[in-house]
Each structure stands twice: as C-alpha cells, then as structure tokens.
C-alpha cells in the first residue's frame, strides 16, 4: 500500500508540545521562523502538566544566590558530569526563562519585601541555596502557560495525534557550499497523522526535538505520561547524531506498588523519612537508616539490592518505616503535618493506595523504585545544537530540549530544576533552529524523501503474527530486570539478547493497510523506538563499569567523586550497531567538593546522635525542630542554614 501523503513547507519543526516544545516554538517564531509543532498528544498534555508544579528561580530567596553558585551547584549535584557551559547557560537564562512562563499566564505568589516570585522556605534536593517556586495549581498552572505559547503563538502550526517517525537529512555530497563529504543537515521530516490516516512530509532545514524522556520503557513502575517512549533519542541516534548519558536514569525510590492503578505513582520522597524514618526488609531487618539525608540513587539501590539479595516484600521493594516519627508522644503530631505539607499529592498517593492504617502511619509503607527522568541525551553545545565528535561532524539543524538534551544534568537532577529547564533550552534551541533555518532556506527536492515514504508506506499491510504491544510488554519486563536501578554485566548482556531476539521479530508484526489511526502501527512505530533506546541505555551501562549517580553496578565498583570524571557517548552506525566511547569532563576544584563531602558527613554524624539520645529527650528535640520549622499557619518556615532542624527539608526532592 502507498499511504496518502500530504507535502509541507516550514522553517523550523518542534517535536513535542510540552514546556520545552512549546518554549522552542514560540522562541522560533518571534524570530520570524515558520513553526510546525508535531504532538502524540493534545497540546499541553506533558509531563509538565502531571508535575508538582516548582520551579528554580536563582535568587528567589537568597540575595546571594549567583549565577556561578548556581551553575557550580549543577556540576556538583551532578557527579562532575555536566557540561560546564551549558550550566552557565542554565544559570544565566534561569529568571529571564521563569518570566517567560509568567508573561503567559502563571501566576505565583510575590515576596513584596523582595520584589519577586516568592520561593518556599526550603533548599530542595541538593541546592545549596533556597530557590525554589512553587504554584497553587501545580503543574496545571505552567501546562497552561505552555499552550497559550503554542496556539497564541504568531506563525506556528501545530498537529496533534500525530507521531513524528524520522528527520531526513542529506550528507555532503548533496549539499551546496563546498560542504565536505562527512557533513549533514537536516532537510525536513516525516509525520503520521492518525486522525487523517496521512503522512505529513514536512520539508524544513531545522529541527528541534523536545519529546520527552523514555520512562515508559519501565511501565508500570513510573509516574510519567505513558507517551514517553524513547522516541527523542531513537530519531536522534537513527539520525545519525551522538548521545551522551544514556546510561543516567532516575529512578524515584518511593512510589506505590499496588494496586495496579496505582502501581509506580510517587509516596514520598527521602525527606518524608524525617528524623526517624528507616528503610527495612521483609522481616522488618534494617536496611538503611538516617533515610532523609540520603540522595535518591542511594535509596533505590537500597531497595532493589536489598530484594536481589532475597529480603524483598510481596510485591518486589521494601518498607519505608515512618512509624517512630508518628508515635512520637510529643513532637509526633507535628511530624504528621509535616508530611501534609511537604508532599501533598504523594501523602493523598498513599492514604488512598495503601488504607487508613497507612494514611495514619500506624504500619510502614510499601515502597519500590519507579522510572521518573533522563539525564543523558544529544550531545549538544550551550546553544542546544547538535555537537560535532571528534572524529565526525554534528547535523547541521538539529537540536534539542528538555529530556532529550544531555550535559545539563550529568549523574543527578537537582530537585525543581526541570520546569527551569524547559523554558530556558526551550527558548535557546528555538532562537538557534530559527537562525539556522532562516540562513538556510533552501527548499529540498522531493527525492530526497522518497527512500523514507516508500521503506515507511511498505509496513502498512505487513503480513505477520506477532503484535507489537505484546513484544512492548515483554521488553518492558525485561528493561526493569536488566537496565532497571540495579545492573550488572550479566544481566545487560542478558537484555541484550533479549532486544537482539524483538529486533528480529519486528519483521512478523501484523499491521493493518489502512492509514487511519492505525494502531497497530503506532504500537510498531513506538516499539521500534524504545528497542533503539534500549540498546542505547545497554551500550552506555556496559561503558561505565561502575555506579555513579542514577546508574548503579552491583558488580562494579562506586566511582570515586576525587576520579577523573567522564561522560559516555553512544553512537549509532550504519548497520544499526552503537558504538561507544569516554568524554573526559572537567572536575569541581577540590577543595570545594572535600567542603561539601564535610558538610554531609557532619549532617549525617547530627542525626545519628539526636537519634541515640534518651527517647524522653530525643522527642523534646524533635518536636522543637519542628516548630522552628512551621509556621502558625502550618507552613515550613525558614531554618538557619546547617542546622539540623534543617535536614528533612535539604533533602526534599533530591
């Protein structure tokens, strides 16, 4: 069958319409570009939207919160990982991109003392300044903000239910301007429109792709939109572009196990552990203690080694034991609203998942880690474009944002930081397509297109016996066995195998002939992606032989933060196969990271010691750090920095 085609000229396309895609589009546009935004899904139907809705804004509640005390902070949070420009990107666009969200609509509370948006009373995940913002309406409020940037947006077009398969580009051979043989650049792309059964050719000279991260590949253990299916990385590395970080998922430790409808939603995060909150196995043996001053990472590999060693629940994750936080005579009480306040919706998560008994914390929670941020992505500069390799030279067009960029985040995201993010490499990458596009608006011929329509129309009618949405299922469940929070050599060669035996199968997928909304081939397409993804994610864990931030080795080795630190990239070749190879990055000043690994040594030693005391004593404390925290409405109040009254709030979100 030859699928209808529909042919479309534009300068820019944007590959998703959450915060980071509707930031590009409206960037592009106000440049004079012509903006085509390609959406799965309604407009504004992201993770953005499902989020909790905070924002980092540099100097929201520190006067002395410098862009360079915020871009160290990234490199620190991050193992040293990230790219020392493009944080300094991040530090310097920080407010300007939060006023972005702002001029559309957001409204957050004002500090009329300072003058700006008003930050929590809290230094959240691993900041090391108070600076983040939160909103009444959560991540509704900013979704909403986003779309009107979309469908207010001058000379932007946008296509909902509508999958974007690939970027065409040609080499240098094809090109005008003496280019050299090994160059490319990107000449447009191809588009299903479910709703219409077409597909869309959209010929342009740049693309930005801010589709999202690849959590789905985890499903059912995350607490993302189920949209998230690798499709950002598998289109950049098909493409021909480098990867960085593969290797470098978050996984949130505390998220629900059952029921079903619940399974992977967030409960909690390490800071709900509070003072006295432990981590305990199946028979209520300790697995971790001081839970609160632990990073995520931490946590999850706690858990999951705790369940490959035989000491897992029922349902494959332990217990986070807040019981003796609850009892307390005293300061118990205080500690309930604490939990009321500092994670609302995953305290709601809980009470309805788990019953009364739990909601009243009268029986600990049971906990397993779920699949929740990308931290690698494209290789790209400080501008969000396309990086050359040392060896190559980077697509000319192409360039991205949110999830599907690398170098921001390294090892580890600081809590509140991805709302940041959107609105500023959104605007960057869409000011750079924008000026790529306008400096280049050659129109390609139609032949360059034509090996893609006629490989992507020939699935259409494909005889077969398989169905693709059952080879997802079994990916899935091999994806959480394998490349989950806990790996080892054994176990990636394992799903190797596994992607190697569903990669050969692709061809004995049944696909209906008709156009539209066919979804059996949306469900061939989004296999396809998540099994180029997991390929990716495999090659980069067998890179980095040890565990560092989100990814964890139980048979290698925790990787020094004095080595010399370095980032994997991952590229695909011709015949379908990743390469892989080391990026040396540049590593914090050493006194400054021995300060930090001080200070969290000494917060460590505190809670110890508050924890040893006479019960009597112990609780008196407790309670009064407590109050020192709220205030008389029931809000956190500001704490002096370092003190350990201090602690469950540091370690919010981390």
């Known amino acids: 069958m030859t699928i209808e085609t529909e042919w479309?000229?534009?300068?820019?396309?944007?590959?998703?319409?959450?915060?980071?895609?509707?930031?590009?589009?409206?960037?592009?546009?106000?440049?004079?570009?012509?903006?085509?935004?390609?959406?799965?899904?309604?407009?504004?139907?992201?993770?953005?939207?499902i989020s909790e809705g905070k924002v980092t804004v540099r100097a929201a509640g520190d006067d002395d919160d410098t862009e360079q005390a915020l871009s160290d902070n990234l490199?620190?949070?991050?193992?040293?990982?990230p790219d020392k420009a493009i944080t300094e990107a991040f530090a310097h666009d920080n407010r300007a991109a939060y006023d972005w969200y702002r001029q559309r609509g957001l409204r957050p509370k004002i500090d009329v003392e300072r003058s700006g948006?008003?930050?929590?009373?809290?230094?959240?995940?691993?900041?090391?300044?108070?600076?983040?913002?939160g909103h009444a309406s959560s991540g509704v409020a900013l979704s909403h903000a986003t779309w009107n940037a979309v469908v207010q947006g001058a000379r932007i077009d946008y296509l909902e239910d509508a999958w974007f398969l690939d970027v065409v580009t040609e080499s240098g051979a094809g090109m005008d301007r003496g280019a050299d043989e090994g160059e490319r650049r990107i000449v447009g792309g191809i588009v299903y429109d479910a709703s219409r059964g077409k597909l869309v050719i959209v010929r342009a000279s740049a693309v930005v792709v801010a589709a999202g991260g690849l959590a789905t590949l985890f499903f059912p253990k995350t607490d993302t939109m189920r949209g998230n299916t690798g499709d950002?990385?598998?289109?950049?590395?098909?493409?021909?572009?480098?990867?960085?970080?593969?290797?470098?998922?978050q996984f949130l430790p505390f998220c629900l196990t059952s029921p079903p409808s619940y399974e992977g939603l967030l409960c909690g995060e390490p800071s709900v552990a509070s003072f006295l909150g432990d981590l305990r196995d199946k028979d209520g043996k300790l697995i971790m203690d001081c839970v609160t001053l632990r990073t995520r990472a931490e946590c999850a590999a706690a858990i999951m080694l705790a369940v490959e060693d035989g000491r897992g629940t029922e349902n494959g994750g332990a217990y986070l034991d807040l019981t003796a936080n609850a009892q307390a005579p005293l300061s118990g009480v205080y500690f309930k609203r604490y939990l009321e306040l500092a994670m609302p919706s995953a305290y709601k998560h809980a009470r309805q998942a788990m019953g009364k008994a739990a909601g009243k914390l009268e029986v600990p929670w049971e906990v397993r880690p779920a699949a929740h941020y990308m931290m690698g992505g494209l290789r790209a500069?400080?501008?969000?474009?396309?990086?050359a390799d040392t060896a190559g030279a980077a697509i000319a067009g192409l360039f991205a944002a949110g999830q599907a960029m690398g170098g921001v985040f390294g090892a580890n995201r600081l809590g509140s930081t991805a709302l940041a993010e959107c609105t500023i490499f959104?605007?960057?990458?869409?000011?750079?397509?924008?000026?790529?596009?306008?400096?280049?608006?050659?129109?390609?011929?139609?032949?360059?297109?034509e090996p893609a329509i006629s490989a992507i129309s020939a699935l259409f009618g494909q005889r077969g016996d398989l169905a693709a949405a059952v080879l997802k299922v079994e990916l899935q469940r091999a994806a959480w066995e394998n490349i989950g929070p806990v790996r080892s050599i054994a176990r990636i060669e394992r799903f190797e195998a596994v992607c190697e035996n569903l990669q050969a199968k692709l061809a004995n997928v049944a696909i209906p002939v008709y156009g539209g909304w066919n979804q059996a081939f949306i469900e061939y397409q989004e296999l396809l992606n998540m099994l180029t993804v997991s390929r990716a994610v495999a090659a980069a864990a067998r890179e980095r032989d040890g565990s560092v931030g989100g990814h964890v080795r139980s048979?290698?080795?925790?990787?020094?933060?004095?080595?010399?630190?370095?980032?994997?990239?991952?590229?695909?070749?011709?015949?379908?196969?990743?390469?892989?190879?080391?990026?040396?990055r540049e590593g914090l000043p050493f006194g400054r990271l021995a300060l930090y690994l001080m200070n969290d040594h000494w917060r460590k030693f505190k809670l110890r010691m508050l924890r040893r005391l006479p019960e009597r004593i112990r609780d008196r404390r407790i309670r009064d750090h407590y109050q020192a925290i709220m205030q008389k409405s029931g809000g956190p109040q500001e704490i002096e920095p370092g003190s350990l009254a201090g602690a469950p709030a540091e370690a919010m979100s981390r």
């Not at 990385?233 to 960085?244: E, H, K, N, S, T």
């Not at 933060?561 to 040396?584: E, H, L």
């Open 8 to 49: 479309r000229d534009y300068d820019v396309v944007v590959v998703g319409s959450g915060g980071a895609g509707s930031a590009a589009a409206q960037a592009a546009s106000e440049k004079g570009a012509r903006v085509l935004v390609v959406s799965k899904d309604p407009i504004g139907c992201s993770d953005t939207k």
């Open 75 to 81: 490199r620190m949070g991050g193992g040293s990982l």
């Open 117 to 133: 948006p008003k930050s929590d009373s809290m230094a959240m995940g691993g900041h090391t300044r108070r600076r983040t913002v």
């Open 232 to 249: 950002s990385y598998a289109v950049m590395a098909r493409a021909g572009a480098d990867l960085i970080d593969m290797e470098q998922i």
């Open 381 to 387: 500069d400080e501008h969000a474009a396309a990086k």
């Open 426 to 449: 959104g605007i960057r990458s869409g000011h750079s397509a924008a000026a790529h596009a306008l400096a280049n608006r050659e129109v390609a011929d139609k032949s360059k297109f």
């Open 555 to 584: 048979d290698g080795p925790n990787i020094s933060v004095f080595a010399k630190p370095y980032s994997t990239q991952i590229s695909m070749q011709a015949d379908g196969q990743f390469v892989s190879r080391r990026i040396d």
